[in-house]
């Protein structure tokens, strides 16, 4: 079965620091990965999206991940952090069938210091 | 732009009661999900559909039932609700054709409170 890891609970950052945040995947064959955005109060949005290709994909808001298949990873970063960026980040795997669901990470709240 | 609604953004029900989430997307999709959303444990899959009378088990689904009568409408029943079904529930659904069913989009939520 499929699954993934955010071995990090809750980060805090300062402005205009860098970010990274982790995601580990287990998957039997080649994932489909995605970072989503929740904002405090708000829906989840889509930041990006990894099927295939370049293993470094970018997205909105200034977001970037690295697909790492040796280390089944695909780490989201951002060069510099803004106020605005605090919410929970979720990692998500998905099937190249249409009838599975993606399944989520546990998440990582982000805060942002001034 | 896709909508993904459910019907209400709270509700407190007590312990034994049965309870529907209602969800409605206007778009003419297929799949929906339900997702249940608890701190430290992200989102849970408890039950999906991809086609009007179709659906299948997700991950949690003990105590949960749904009902897909219409395209539009995906129905979560909780049969007797009890307090560790206290919750964010959320609704979502990908447009048709989607790769991988994403993006997905989602609803606002219902915050359910069991006592």
């Known amino acids: 079965a499929q699954s993934v890891t955010q071995p990090d609970i809750h980060i805090t950052v300062s402005e205009g620091a860098s970010l990274e945040l982790r995601c580990n995947y287990s998957y039997g064959a080649t994932p489909y990965l995605f970072w989503y955005v929740q904002s405090p109060g708000q829906g989840l949005q889509l930041l990006l999206k990894?099927?295939?290709?370049?293993?470094l994909v970018q997205g909105i808001k200034g977001f970037e991940a690295e697909f790492k298949r040796s280390q089944s990873s695909f780490n989201l970063r951002k060069p510099s952090v803004h106020w605005s960026d605090a919410a929970e980040y979720f990692c998500?795997?998905?099937?190249?069938?249409?009838?599975?669901?993606?399944?989520f990470g546990s998440g990582t709240r982000l805060q942002v210091q001034p | 732009d896709v909508k993904v609604t459910q019907s209400s953004r709270y509700l407190v029900k007590r312990t034994g009661e049965k309870v529907f989430l209602e969800c409605v997307q206007d778009?003419?999709?297929?799949?929906m999900f339900w997702y249940r959303q608890d701190p430290g444990l992200g989102l849970r899959l408890i039950y999906f559909s991809y086609d009007v009378k179709m659906k299948e088990k997700g991950d949690i689904p003990e105590g949960y039932s749904v009902s897909r009568e219409k395209k539009e409408r995906f129905s979560l029943i909780l049969e007797s609700a009890s307090t560790n079904q206290t919750s964010m529930y959320l609704c979502?659904?990908?447009?048709?054709?989607?790769?991988?069913?994403?993006?997905?989009?989602f609803g606002n939520g219902t915050r359910l409170t069991v006592t």
């Open positions: 990894y099927f295939s290709g370049d293993t």
């Open positions: 778009m003419d999709h297929e799949n």
């Open positions: 998500a795997v998905g099937h190249d069938t249409g009838r599975r669901a993606l399944t």
């Open positions: 979502a659904s990908p447009p048709p054709g989607a790769r991988s069913n994403s993006p997905l989009h």
